[in-house]
């Protein structure tokens, strides 16, 4: 299954990176933007990473490359956090486009990234495994810090997500942000940890999708760069 589903979810960050330079095209801010872009780009590297394993061989060379999958999830992955905001911003919360807001967003995101590249990264350690005939690198420990990145920045998907479709929004973002959570934490138990990769596909694109929406429904507010 790995070995087709891992391509099959590059090609369709693909894509996904192409609707996000249309939506921005069409006039979505610019900083969120290229947050959404980072994330969805980090993404497609590691499932082009994932899929690599289906021929190549264990070395240290092959083991950088998965190194670089974990430093992007560290410095990436947290840019979510003020992505969520310029979407509440996005719904007309004009607290969200506020100095404190804004402020504390960026430092939190900083924090976060800190906290990753100095525990996480800085420590990691990768052992080469065989998942379905998939060569991959795993950590051969794993750090709390990780865990309390993904769980501020859900909390921030779940939150913008639920105050975007309050204010009329699409549910998508709040849909797909409690999917991930429930079949992320799922995944492992049923036996296919790779599920996983499809819920954070589906975030990803609700993402993008609510972009172009609220985009077009807000013009004014898409020009200002929120």
């Known amino acids: 299954m790995n070995a087709v589903l891992h391509p099959m979810l590059a090609l369709a960050y693909a894509v996904l990176i192409g609707y996000g330079m249309a939506v921005r095209r069409r006039g979505a801010p610019a900083g969120l933007c290229l ?16 899929a690599a394993g289906a021929w190549a061989e264990a070395g240290e060379g092959f083991e ?35 100095a404190w807001a804004v402020t504390a967003a960026a430092l939190l995101t900083i924090g976060l990234i800190a906290l990753e ?19 991959t690198y795993v950590p051969a420990g794993r750090s709390a810090a990780g865990g309390w990145m ?9 939150a913008a997500g639920w105050i975007v479709f309050r204010r009329g929004g699409p549910a998508a973002p709040l849909a797909a942000s409690l999917a991930m959570l429930c079949g992320g934490g799922l995944a492992p138990l049923v036996g296919v940890p790779s599920l996983h990769n499809l819920f954070e596909l589906a975030l990803a694109a609700s993402l993008w999708f609510a972009l172009d929406r609220m985009a077009v429904r807000t013009p004014r507010l898409s020009r200002t760069g929120g």
């Open 117 to 135: 590249l100095a525990v996480s990264v800085a420590r990691l350690r990768l052992e080469p495994v065989f998942d379905h005939g998939i060569l």
């Open 64 to 98: 950088r490359v998965h190194i670089s999958r974990f430093l992007l999830h560290a410095c990436v992955t947290p840019l979510l956090v003020p992505a969520s905001l310029a979407f509440v911003r996005l719904a007309g919360a004009e607290w969200a486009g506020r």
């Open 35 to 50: 947050a959404l872009l980072a994330v969805t780009a980090a993404l497609m590297w590691d499932n082009l990473v994932l």
């Open 150 to 158: 993904i769980a501020v920045v859900m909390a921030a998907l779940l």
